[in-house]
């Protein structure tokens, strides 16, 4: 089973994809924000090219597990795509994820200039793979 997941941001959304096993996330693409509309017809149309089964959208709640406005956005994004798909779309608490992405490129020694590149399809990665990890603790 493939799965697809977005990080929704402001401008961008990052799109990652797992292996037919949904044992690993690989980040994919990169698309820029237009309205919830355009973006969730685009991101069913992914999913579909894909053979994606499920679609997850990262969202990011406070310490406390409340809702930001950030959270309120991506369930808005999440709402208009289930009118585009029959998927299932959960969200997903996507607190940190750029963050570990950014920590993961300066692991790996990538240079700060570039660090920024495609950074929302990575963390769109470690957004699915915490997903896919629970997915397999859970098992």
Known sequence: MR???????????????SDTSAAIATPLTVLKHISYAVDAAA???IASEQQAELIIVGHALDEEN???????R?????AAI??????PVLLWDEFGST????QARRTI????????DNIDALA???????????QTDSS
């Open 66 to 72: 409340r809702s930001t406005p950030q959270s309120r």
């Open 74 to 78: 991506a369930a808005r994004l999440a």
């Open 99 to 102: 963050q570990t992405a950014l």
């Open 124 to 134: 769109a990665a470690v957004i699915l793979q915490s997903y896919l990890d629970s």
């Open 109 to 116: 020694g990538v240079r700060r200039s570039r660090r920024q």
């Open 43 to 45: 991101i069913a149309q």
């Open 82 to 87: 289930r009118s585009q798909t029959n998927l």
């Open 3 to 17: 799965v697809l997941a977005v990080d929704p941001g402001e401008k961008r959304l990052g799109i990652a994809l």
